[in-house]
């Protein structure tokens, strides 16, 4: 019991700074509320420029993916090292863009003269 407060006390220590240099806007709202607050900037839409840097990153993950040959391994080895080798490749490239959207959102929320409920 001990252990799993000291991991929680560790973790919840390393979050806030974390999320206070990825995210600048929280620092204006109560820590209780920012998992509620950052939950509901996420769940927004993506923005014009966000779905083409999104798609545009799925396409590069795509081309560079393609060059991966193995010889004469089986078609089922080379798929599967694409696909292991795709889900962190697509994660970096797509990442900037939902943190773009989730910024916006959270800037969106600050300058609501309500106190920026995020609907």
Known sequence: MARARFVT???IAFRRPL???????????PEPRWFEVLR???AGELDVIER???VGSIVAAT???????HGSS???VR????????????GILVSPWLLRRTRRRLRAQAT????????
């Open 9 to 11: 006390a560790v973790g």
């Open 19 to 29: 999320l206070q240099a990825l995210y600048p806007e929280l620092r204006d709202i």
């Open 40 to 42: 509901r900037a996420r």
């Open 52 to 54: 083409l840097g999104v």
């Open 63 to 69: 081309y560079l993916l393609q060059w991966i040959d």
């Open 74 to 76: 089986a078609a089922l």
């Open 79 to 90: 798929h599967l090292t694409q696909f292991i080798l795709a889900l962190p490749l697509v």
């Open 112 to 119: 609501r003269p309500n106190g920026g409920a995020i609907c």
